[in-house]
């Protein structure tokens, strides 16, 4: 979730919130398998500078009747296929696509009347495709075709309805979801809750948070790196044996500009990819919070505003990010630094 610019008459963009007016609704606004290590990069840990971006193909356009398009979500099936959401999708209009990053085509498996999808997940538990609609607080569950919704989990959380923005799985299936309260008033409410696999418990586990935004594991399933989007922080969050913070701390302070911290992955040496909203790149950390590289889009393409989300191909260092702006929305790649793992896909 981030901040969008004003738009007129259909669609308006509170500042600070993600949220579009419809005259007829409410809503906000196989893959490769490479292996070794990225050619032409040096070893995981070495300091990369820039890394230039390709672009693989335009999935979308700007919408008329919200005036924009975002993409998020970049999660990979177990097939192959990449699944990515458009948050500002209007009812009717394709709200979760399918890639084929081989052939380069797109097709829509999923739209509705009512959700605005801001990030989508593989349930290592149920298989099914998980999705958090900010708009109305809740988590949405598909069969990988699509079909089948399912509200996972809606309701209040300790007496506040939740702005759920990005998921993590835990290896048993379990969610842990990026609470996003506050972002609209610029006050540090944002939360992280735990929700069981079954969506019958949900626990706060660490409140008092920056517009909680990205959120991932570790390479180990130790901790859980978040970021704080109007901070422009990334946090990290120690657990215990029960999945409860053992500990919390600043671990990386983000110098983004006019650009915030959006949505995170992380790859199989622990490092992380942290992505920016308000600049079409992604920073990369180690896990020690050295700066490694910025992924860069090239400089010839215009009207790209944002590179929200990563997805690294399972396995191999095939990069796809998702980069969004009033030129529409795009998936470019890149060599990642590591391989990919269930953490690096970005939201």
């Known amino acids: 979730m981030r901040r969008l610019p004003p738009r007129p008459r259909a669609a308006r963009a509170k500042a600070g919130l993600l949220a579009i007016a419809f005259a007829f609704a409410f809503a906000i606004a196989g893959c490769g398998t490479e292996s070794g290590a990225p050619g032409g990069l040096p070893a995981p840990g070495a300091t990369t500078g820039t890394i230039r971006a390709q672009k693989v193909m335009q999935l979308t356009r700007t919408h008329e009747e919200t005036g924009m398009t975002l993409l998020e979500g970049s999660a990979f099936h177990p097939d192959g296929g990449l699944f990515v959401v458009d948050v500002t999708a209007p009812p009717g209009k394709p709200k979760v696509l399918r890639v084929d990053v081989r052939r380069k085509t797109v097709r829509a498996v999923h739209t509705d009347g009512r959700g605005a999808y801001t990030s989508a997940q593989f349930s290592p538990y149920d298989g099914r495709l998980y999705l958090t609609d900010y708009a109305h607080g809740e988590i949405v569950s598909l069969a990988p075709d699509g079909g089948d919704p399912q509200t996972f989990f809606a309701g209040e959380v300790d007496g506040a309805r939740m702005n759920p923005d990005d998921i993590a799985f835990d290896e048993k299936g379990h969610l ?3 609470d996003s309260r506050g972002l609209s008033e610029g006050a540090a409410h944002g939360r992280v809750v735990r929700i069981d696999r079954e969506g019958g418990k949900a626990t706060v586990l660490a409140d008092g948070l920056a517009a909680t935004n990205g959120i991932s594991f570790d390479e180990a399933y130790r901790g859980l790196w978040i970021s704080e989007l109007t901070e422009n922080r990334i946090s990290y969050l120690r657990l215990g044996e029960g999945g409860e913070v053992a500990s919390r701390h600043t671990a990386i302070r983000v110098d983004g500009g006019i650009a915030q911290t959006d949505s995170i992955a992380v790859d199989a040496e622990g490092n992380l990819y942290q992505g920016l909203h308000g600049r079409p790149a992604i920073v990369v950390y180690d896990r020690h919070g050295e700066r490694l590289a910025t992924v860069e889009v090239p400089a010839r393409a215009e009207g790209l505003e944002s590179a929200t989300n990563v997805a690294i191909t399972p ?27 269930r953490q690096s896909n970005g939201g």
Do not use: H
Request: aromatic letters at 16%; a positive charge.
């Open 176 to 178: 842990y979801v990026s």
């Open 315 to 341: 396995g191999g260092t095939k990069a796809y990010m998702t980069v969004s702006g009033p030129g529409g929305g795009y998936l470019y790649t890149f060599d990642a630094l590591g391989k990919g793992t």
